[in-house]
């Protein structure tokens, strides 16, 4: 009996065994259809047209003297004068070719270079006032050696 129940389980074993799952076959990726190859023409593009500089305006013989305004008389700017550099405060438009040929035109002496310092305006406050100290441009010319200028002393 004992073995008739034990055949019988193993009967049984065989209907619930679990079936090998069979693997999907692996996909092949599908090829990727060619594109065509365009062929690029060369195209002959125009050279670029050169870059102009900005023009200069040209300052009448009768203006020059505007250029400069005052020269700065400071400490550091009478120690500058044993190396023959000379500092002026100069309108905001002149740039340094024309500062140059002002100094020559004034003062009569050879100008060797020009250094331009923008001074930007600075905030100032006077109580509960608020405004501006304004800005300028000032001028360090170095002239060339033996030269000198003459400032006009005060009385």
Request: aromatic share 6%; proline share 8%.
């Amino acid at each position: 009996m004992l073995y008739e129940i034990m055949s019988l389980f193993d009967k049984l074993k065989g209907l619930f065994k679990p079936k090998k799952l069979e693997k999907p076959e692996k996909r092949l990726p599908r090829p990727k259809p060619k594109k065509p190859v365009k062929k690029v023409e060369k195209v002959e593009r125009p050279t670029p047209k050169p870059i102009k500089k900005p023009k200069v305006r040209k300052i009448p013989a009768w203006e020059i003297s505007k250029l400069i305004l005052t020269p700065q008389i400071t400490e550091k700017a009478t120690d500058l004068k044993a190396q023959d550099k000379y500092i002026f405060k100069v309108a905001r438009i002149a740039n340094k070719s024309q500062i140059k040929k002002a100094v020559q035109a004034l003062y009569g002496v050879k100008v060797i270079s020009v250094n331009i310092i923008n001074i930007h305006r600075k905030s100032r406050r006077i109580g509960r006032t608020s405004g501006f100290k304004p800005g300028y441009k000032k001028a360090v010319v170095t002239l060339a050696k033996g030269e000198k200028i003459e400032m006009v002393k005060g009385v």
